[in-house]
Each structure stands twice: as C-alpha cells, then as structure tokens.
C-alpha cells in the first residue's frame, strides 16, 4: 500500500483547506487510515483516524468541531479543515495501519499547511 498526500496550501487563520490522500490499491474494511501532523520543533502528533470502511472516526481534541475526516467513493482519505488556526501549521502525514498492528506503519510523504494569522 503507497500513500499519497496532497491539498496543502497557505491559508488564513478562520480559512479551510482540504487533504487528500490517495491509496494506491485496495484495502480491506479494516484498516484504520490516520492524518497525523508535526509542527517544526515538535514531535509529530495524531490528528484523526477513520477505518476504511468509513466507520469509528476519532478526533484529536484540538481539532474537533474543526476536521472532519472521511472517505470518499474512490481510493481516498480525506481531512476537510476548517476554521483554522496559525497553530495548525504543520507538515501533515497520512497513514495506514493494517488489520492486528498496534501503530500504523505504512506512511505517505507530507504536505504543508500554513496558516497566516
């Protein structure tokens, strides 16, 4: 499985922006895709996970009511980010983490998010 992340872009701060993240082949139903993201000087940091099949979507609390993670008809996860904050600025990662793995292990190159206040 080959991840492809793409949507980042400069943003004002209340503004939105909309990751994709493309999977290269087709995963069973449980596989948990995850957006991560890292701050400079920061460790990197969870952002919101989804499995496959579309089901049990969980938030980090610093962006709930904010993201929104999901998945569309064809082989993407996507994070739909809105009302952001300059404290989003990151590099986000998408991730897969295969049926009986306790981390996800499978990792796409990032994209970066700024946003301007």
């Known amino acids: 499985v080959q991840l492809q992340a793409s949507g980042g872009g400069l943003v004002e701060a209340g503004g939105s922006l909309r990751l994709s993240c493309e999977v290269s082949r087709r995963t069973t139903g449980t596989y948990r895709m995850g957006w991560f993201r890292q701050a400079p000087g920061k460790d990197r940091e969870f952002v919101a996970s989804?499995?496959?099949?579309?089901?049990?979507k969980v938030y980090a609390d610093s962006v709930k009511g904010r993201f929104t993670i999901s998945r569309d008809a064809k082989k993407s996860v996507l994070l739909q980010m809105s009302s952001l904050k300059p404290e989003d600025t990151a590099v986000y990662y998408c991730?897969?983490?295969?049926?009986?793995?306790?981390?996800?292990?499978?990792w796409g190159q990032g994209t970066q998010v700024t946003v301007s206040s």
């Open positions: 991730a897969a983490r295969p049926p009986g793995m306790s981390e996800f292990n499978l």
């Open positions: 989804i499995l496959w099949n579309g089901a049990v």
